[in-house]
């Protein structure tokens, strides 16, 4: 669904399927990444491992890299997805905080936008989960594009996205800078 500024994609959040909105909010687009091309990659990278997880009952519901039922996507799966794509993934080092990020740089250069992978607690903190939030700056603009949000948040410039991914890191929040080449 896209948002009331029409310029800005933004897709909402359905089941635990975050990671399929961040990465369609993150190339702005609709339906670039599908549950069924998300699945795929997951069923992929299970074929490439060299050693064989134990077939059981529940292996049906929970897959190595997601799960089939609600999603929840792994990092593997979003690291293939991007490659697959033309991207790569840095796994920003938290103990140098947000700071050391260029945040400033032209939209074209390398950093294409943010990926977190941040906890959360649901039901009144009886369900902990994680959750992908995708950052990406728009026509000059860095916003948070979370799927659980209403509408896309801009951010009123880079400090704030420095503290809002600080904040983050301290909740536990991992940080991955997504690169339009690859390193």
Not at 2 to 28: D, G, M, T, W
């Amino acid at each position: 669904m896209a948002s009331s500024n029409s310029q800005i994609y933004h897709e909402r959040q359905k089941l635990q399927f975050c990671l399929i909105q961040s990465l369609n909010n993150l190339f702005q687009k609709k339906e670039i990444f599908t549950r069924a091309s998300l699945n795929e990659i997951s069923e992929n990278l299970v074929l490439d491992e060299t050693e064989r997880q134990t077939w059981t009952p529940l292996s049906v519901l929970f897959k190595p890299h997601h799960n089939a039922l609600t999603g929840n996507y792994d990092i593997n799966v979003l690291i293939a997805a991007l490659e697959g794509k033309g991207k790569s993934v840095i796994w920003h080092d938290r103990r140098n905080g947000a700071s050391s990020i260029d945040l400033d740089g032209p939209e074209e250069d390398a950093l294409m936008g943010i990926v977190l992978n941040i906890p959360v607690k649901r039901f009144g903190g009886i369900w902990s989960s994680r959750h992908w939030v995708t950052l990406r700056k728009i026509g000059g603009i860095w916003y948070n594009l979370d799927s659980d949000l209403v509408s896309p948040k801009a951010f009123e410039d880079t400090l704030e996205v420095r503290e809002f991914l600080d904040f983050m890191i301290g909740l536990g929040g991992e940080v991955l800078l997504v690169m339009n080449n690859k390193q």
